[in-house]
């Protein structure tokens, strides 16, 4: 079955310091690998993408993301945390039979001051 | 650019009571779809359409769960009867025809039922 896996429900960083969110996956083919960000009270918010080319793709809000094909990662990374990157992320990924976006369970972020 | 709009933001109904949720995607996005987030868990589909056509409802339960979206615009999402695991965040998205992957969120209809 193809998944996604988080294996962390929660990370803390201080601000300032570098933040690394993980994200591993299995799917059949190549993959597609997302990243959505869900404040408080709102929607889930499109980070960034990774279909085909560099292994390091630059997002929104200074995110960036590394494909790891040999490690089957796609971890989202930020050289310097805000306080206001604290929220819930979703690493994705396309079900290459059906097409859809198969969710994590998403990690909450948390950057003390 | 307006986002996605849902409403109602918060919903409480009794089991085997009926609710409706509503979502106005994106003016162009012609691929839309709605997500059953529950605590904890990340979001999972129930329901994909293009245009006003049914693409995907495998994991719609359709004894209890409807869904339709006129003219291809607005959809409605129906519940009838609740059941008490029906509680969660339901999430509408849409997205361009050429990018299903990018995909915009609202900000959801939490929904509990007692």
């Known amino acids: 079955a193809q998944s996604v896996a988080q294996p962390e429900d929660q990370v803390n960083v201080a601000e300032g310091n570098p933040l690394t969110v993980k994200c591993t996956y299995s799917?059949?083919?190549?993959?597609?690998l997302f990243w959505y960000v869900q404040y408080p009270n709102r929607g889930l918010q499109f980070l960034l993408k990774y279909i085909t080319g560099d292994n390091l793709v630059k997002g929104s809000y200074g995110f960036e993301a590394e494909f790891n094909k040999s490690q089957t990662s796609f971890h989202l990374k930020k050289p310097s945390a805000l306080v206001s990157d604290s929220a819930l992320y979703f690493c994705?990924?396309?079900?290459?039979?059906?097409?859809?976006?198969?969710f994590g369970t998403g990690t909450r972020l948390q950057v003390f001051p | 650019e307006a986002g996605v709009a849902q409403s109602p933001r918060y919903k409480i109904i009794e089991k085997r009571q009926s609710v409706a949720f509503w979502c106005n995607p994106i003016s162009g996005h012609a691929t839309l779809y709605w997500y059953q987030q529950i605590l904890g868990q990340g979001p999972k589909l129930l329901i994909q359409f293009q245009n006003n056509g049914v693409v995907d409802d495998s994991q719609l339960p359709k004894d209890r769960f409807s869904a339709e979206r006129l003219k291809g615009v607005d959809s409605t999402l129906k519940i009838q009867p609740a059941k008490l695991e029906d509680s969660a965040v339901y999430l509408c998205?849409?997205?361009?025809?050429?990018?299903?992957?990018?995909?915009?969120f609202g900000p959801g209809t939490r929904l509990t039922v007692t």
């Open positions: 998205a849409s997205s361009l025809a050429g990018t299903p992957y990018e995909q915009y």
């Open positions: 994705a990924v396309r079900d290459s039979y059906t097409d859809k976006l198969i």
């Open positions: 799917v059949s083919g190549n993959p597609y």
